[in-house]
């Protein structure tokens, strides 16, 4: 069975630091990963996302997450973090041949002046 | 803009009561799905459609059934509620080909409370 783990359930970070968000899946076959984001009181955001090719993922807001094969893992990082990061993250599986979503259980990031 | 709407925002319904949750997406998808989210417990698929009239049982799919007559619409029916539905409930939908490459959608959710 697919799964995902993110380890964290709540990162609080202050403002301009660097942030991790981990995340880890179980699969045997094709793996696509992403990162969804839920703002407070809002739905879900696709954030980024792993389908092949290069293993180094970038968000339009300086978001990165690298896919590592040996590891299975695709953490979420940012180098400087801002108060408008606030949210929490999901990190999100798919099998190859399939269409259902396998979310992990989500991390709360609070940025902090 | 391409949008998955879900008909409320908010819901307060007594206990078993029959609740019907509706879900809108008019960009074409054949497949829709019905989430809960409950905190430490992230998002659990209750049910998914792959086509109109067609539906499969998700992980918990307990307490719940779901209509999809129409391809834009796809309803998530609480037949009688209890308190331990109150959760919040996202309605996604995605392209049956390629779904991985073109995204899920997301509607903004309806936070239903059962008293």
């Known amino acids: 069975a697919q799964s995902v783990t993110q380890l964290d359930s709540q990162v609080p970070v202050f403002e301009e630091a660097p942030v991790e968000l981990r995340c880890n899946y179980s699969s045997s076959v094709s793996v696509y990963l992403f990162w969804y984001v839920q703002y407070p009181n809002q739905g879900l955001q696709l954030l980024l996302k792993?389908?092949?090719?290069?293993?180094l993922v970038e968000s339009i807001n300086g978001f990165e997450a690298e896919f590592n094969k040996s590891q299975t893992s695709f953490h979420l990082r940012k180098p400087s973090v801002h108060i408008s990061d606030t949210a929490e993250y999901f990190c999100?599986?798919?099998?190859?041949?399939?269409?259902?979503?396998?979310f992990g259980t989500g991390t709360q990031l609070k940025v902090e002046l | 803009d391409v949008k998955v709407t879900q008909s409320s925002r908010y819901l307060v319904k007594r206990t078993g009561e029959k609740v019907f949750l509706e879900c809108v997406q008019d960009m074409d998808h054949e497949n829709m799905f019905w989430y809960r989210q409950d905190p430490g417990l992230g998002l659990r698929l209750i049910y998914f459609s792959y086509d109109v009239k067609m539906k499969e049982k998700g992980d918990i799919p307990e307490g719940y059934s779901v209509s999809r007559e129409k391809k834009e619409r796809f309803s998530l029916i609480l037949e009688s509620a209890s308190t331990n539905q109150t959760s919040m409930y996202l309605c996604?939908?995605?392209?049956?080909?390629?779904?991985?490459?073109?995204?899920?959608?997301f509607g903004s959710g309806t936070r239903l409370t059962v008293v």
């Open positions: 996604a939908s995605t392209f049956s080909r390629g779904a991985p490459r073109y995204g899920y959608t």
């Open positions: 792993y389908l092949s090719g290069s293993t």
């Open positions: 999100v599986n798919i099998t190859g041949g399939g269409n259902k979503l396998t």
